[in-house]
């Protein structure tokens, strides 16, 4: 009570009671809402007008667009200043919940009415729990009060609404605790065994590092270790002495291009540096002689991909380029001769060039999500292909040498511009799923049925289905050769 004094006081001091906000209760927002949502724009129309345009899908920071960062760092600090205000108000405690909340603000960013619900997670907001009601009854004096002297970040020429879930109080971890003989994960566990020797797999991930551990040096047998979301600005050279260590994830931290330090070793298999701030690969990657997976996405080469390491990594299989903000693919790539594994999801690809077909081993392409018009007319070199992904771009036909890739066992065209189903594709001997979903397709070719291994058919999103069109004979066909349609 003492605490509601205290902000209440605060209130009448700065005169702003006569703008007491209404704080709804659930029956009256239910009333209202609709009313509601038709006299309040929302907020986000205000500072970030092309979100209804933008493609779905995850972004981080620094892949915004300036608009979308903005909306984005508003959001988050409605969150740090409605906690701010409970724990100045001590009403939390020990306890953590969550609110969903909706403002309807005036044009200055003062607050006429507001509705929130209190609960103990966001999937089950329950208000006649018992948890629920006593830390209700904690917030309920001071965040009605405090929403009447408060004023959102953003001003306009008409009222507006914001919705936000969000959560309130320190709540516990979020890191999800692997088990298992042989794991390890956290620095008092690892400090505190007395069988070091037992352990291969150390998960320190989230853990706010700015420093690498020396503790981690004391397992003569580690092979897995995770640094992965920290604070960590320097991987240093020991780190890579670890004898048997053969995985190494440090992805989600600040590293930068000077700060990974590697020292030549023969070991380490698998390398993570996914979002560390690079824009060139480190050439101390070289230094992995017997490096197999790279994963260098969510970093930003923009400013083209450096090809130098390509020299060295003589038995890398796996390369990861997911979401790198990538326009060109280089030639070079053609160096990396036992690859089997190539994703480029998420960039900014117009063409891929002809030599890429020069990697022999290949057997998982990943292209979907860039602004490819046309695929190279060798693709069909790549004899070892199996899975071919490349939805999400603007193809309206596949080279010919296609049929040429007989061990393709998945294709998905989805989501790109096709008006009829690409003759190379009819002719691919072990074919067993084919994505035609989001396309222009009017019909679909009797000579599908001659694909004796397709088990699944996707065509979703079609006139062909969206008018109903589909052979109901050739959907009969395709069924009795075991195979499914979605449609």
């Known amino acids: 009570?003492?605490?509601?004094?205290?902000?209440?006081?605060?209130?009448?001091?700065?005169?702003?009671?006569?703008?007491?906000?209404?704080?709804?209760?659930?029956?009256?927002?239910?009333?209202?809402?609709?009313?509601?949502?038709?006299?309040?724009?929302?907020?986000?129309?205000?500072?970030?007008?092309?979100?209804?345009?933008?493609?779905?899908?995850?972004?981080?920071?620094?892949?915004?667009?300036?608009?979308?960062?903005?909306?984005?760092?508003?959001?988050?600090q409605f969150g740090k200043d409605l906690n701010l205000m409970l724990k100045q108000a001590n009403v939390l405690q020990d306890t953590a919940g969550y609110l969903i909340v909706n403002l309807y603000a005036n044009p200055d960013g003062s607050l006429n009415r507001v509705f929130y619900e209190v609960g103990r997670n966001f999937s089950v907001i329950r208000?006649?729990?018992?948890?629920?009601?006593?830390?209700?009854?904690?917030?309920?004096?001071?965040?009605?009060?405090?929403?009447?002297?408060?004023?959102?970040?953003?001003?306009?020429?008409?009222?507006?609404?914001?919705?936000?879930?969000?959560?309130?109080g320190k709540l516990p971890s979020k890191r999800k605790l692997r088990k298992g003989p042989g794991i390890m994960t956290t620095l008092a566990e690892a400090e505190k065994t007395a069988r070091p020797d037992t352990v291969k797999n150390l998960v320190l991930y989230t853990l706010e590092l700015k420093d690498v551990p020396e503790v981690i040096y004391r397992f003569p047998n580690l092979e897995i270790l995770d640094l992965s979301v920290n604070n960590l600005s320097v991987i240093p050279e020991n780190v890579f002495r670890i004898?048997?260590?053969?995985?190494?994830?440090?992805?989600?931290?600040?590293?930068?291009?000077?700060?990974?330090?590697?020292?030549?070793?023969?070991?380490?298999?698998?390398?993570?540096?996914?979002?560390?701030k690079i824009t060139a690969i480190p050439k101390a990657v070289t230094r992995n002689r017997r490096l197999e997976s790279l994963w260098l996405g969510l970093n930003d080469f923009s400013g083209g991909l450096n090809t130098a390491p390509f020299h060295r990594l003589r038995r890398l299989k796996d390369l990861n380029l997911y979401k790198a903000k990538l326009y060109v693919l280089p030639n070079q790539i053609r160096r990396l001769r036992r690859l089997e594994v190539?994703?480029?999801?998420?960039?900014?690809?117009?063409?891929?060039?002809?030599?890429?077909?020069?990697?022999?081993?290949?057997?998982?392409?990943?292209i979907s999500n860039n602004k490819l018009n046309t695929l190279p007319e060798n693709l069909g070199r790549l004899r070892k292909l199996q899975v071919l992904y490349t939805h999400h771009n603007f193809l309206g036909s596949l080279p010919a040498s296609l049929q040429k890739l007989y061990y393709l066992r998945i294709l998905d065209v989805s989501h790109n511009a096709f008006v009829t189903v690409p003759d190379p594709v009819l002719t691919l001997p072990y074919l067993?799923?084919?994505?035609?979903?989001?396309?222009?397709?009017?019909?679909?070719?009797?000579?599908?049925?001659?694909?004796?291994?397709?088990?699944?058919?996707?065509?979703?999103?079609?006139p062909v289905s969206e008018q109903k069109t589909v052979s109901a004979n050739l959907i009969k066909q395709l069924e009795g050769n075991k195979t499914e349609v979605f449609y």
């Open 432 to 462: 067993e799923e084919l994505d035609l979903s989001h396309n222009r397709l009017t019909d679909l070719p009797s000579s599908l049925t001659r694909i004796q291994t397709l088990k699944k058919l996707f065509v979703r999103g079609n």
């Open 1 to 76: 009570m003492l605490n509601y004094l205290v902000i209440l006081a605060g209130i009448l001091i700065t005169g702003t009671l006569s703008a007491q906000t209404v704080c709804l209760t659930k029956p009256e927002h239910d009333a209202v809402a609709k009313k509601l949502a038709n006299e309040y724009i929302l907020a986000q129309t205000i500072i970030d007008p092309g979100f209804r345009t933008r493609q779905p899908g995850f972004r981080t920071v620094d892949e915004m667009e300036p608009s979308e960062k903005k909306w984005f760092e508003l959001s988050e």
């Open 243 to 276: 004898p048997t260590l053969k995985q190494l994830n440090v992805s989600g931290n600040p590293l930068g291009n000077e700060g990974l330090h590697v020292a030549r070793n023969k070991h380490l298999k698998i390398l993570n540096i996914q979002s560390t």
């Open 127 to 168: 208000s006649d729990s018992l948890a629920t009601l006593r830390l209700k009854e904690r917030i309920d004096p001071v965040l009605c009060p405090w929403f009447s002297t408060y004023r959102f970040p953003v001003t306009g020429d008409k009222p507006y609404r914001f919705s936000s879930a969000l959560a309130i």
């Open 342 to 366: 190539l994703d480029l999801y998420y960039n900014n690809l117009r063409v891929l060039p002809e030599r890429l077909c020069r990697l022999p081993r290949l057997q998982q392409l990943a």
